[in-house]
């Protein structure tokens, strides 16, 4: 391979080693295959990305803490249930896409807050509900006590 001139100190510290290049940035190993994979902080990457390490994302809005607020509107139980079935997938995740390949592709940060999103919904929807049930089960207990001392 022929290093372009301009781009040679950037290159310094590449070794090749076995099949497998390998370069320093920042301190951060970083090696890729004869397969294409890359790997940072990993020699022998098993993936098209092995990452050993803690990976952060920055960009668009990733949480989901807009269902507790005040303005967000929660459908109902059977509202979402109905959405779930029709489409074959939970409102907030995006519909599964395929490339021309077959191959399935995530935007993973869209997926991410999709699933927070869903479990926070998931969360309030158990709160409802239990406090449905506590107020059932303090019914029947009162019901019961009416017909216990009626008797």
Do not use: C
Request: proline share 2%; aromatic share 8%.
């Amino acid at each position: 391979m022929e290093w372009v001139q301009s781009n040679k100190a950037e290159f310094d510290n590449v070794t090749v080693e076995s099949g497998t290049a390998g370069w320093t940035i920042d301190g951060d190993d970083m090696y890729s295959t004869v397969l294409g994979n890359v790997g940072i902080g990993t020699l022998y990457p098993q993936g098209k990305l092995d990452v050993n390490g803690s990976i952060y994302q920055r960009g668009n809005q990733l949480h989901a803490d807009y269902v507790f607020g005040p303005g967000y509107e929660l459908e109902s139980i059977d509202q979402h249930s109905q959405f779930m079935w029709q489409h074959g997938h939970l409102k907030a995740i995006p519909k599964a896409q395929v490339d021309a390949d077959g191959q399935e592709i995530v935007e993973v940060g869209a997926h991410q807050r999709g699933l927070v999103e869903e479990l926070e919904k998931a969360h309030i929807y158990i709160e409802q509900l239990n406090k449905r049930i506590n107020a059932l089960e303090e019914k029947v207990a009162t019901m019961e006590a009416e017909i216990g001392a009626g008797r």
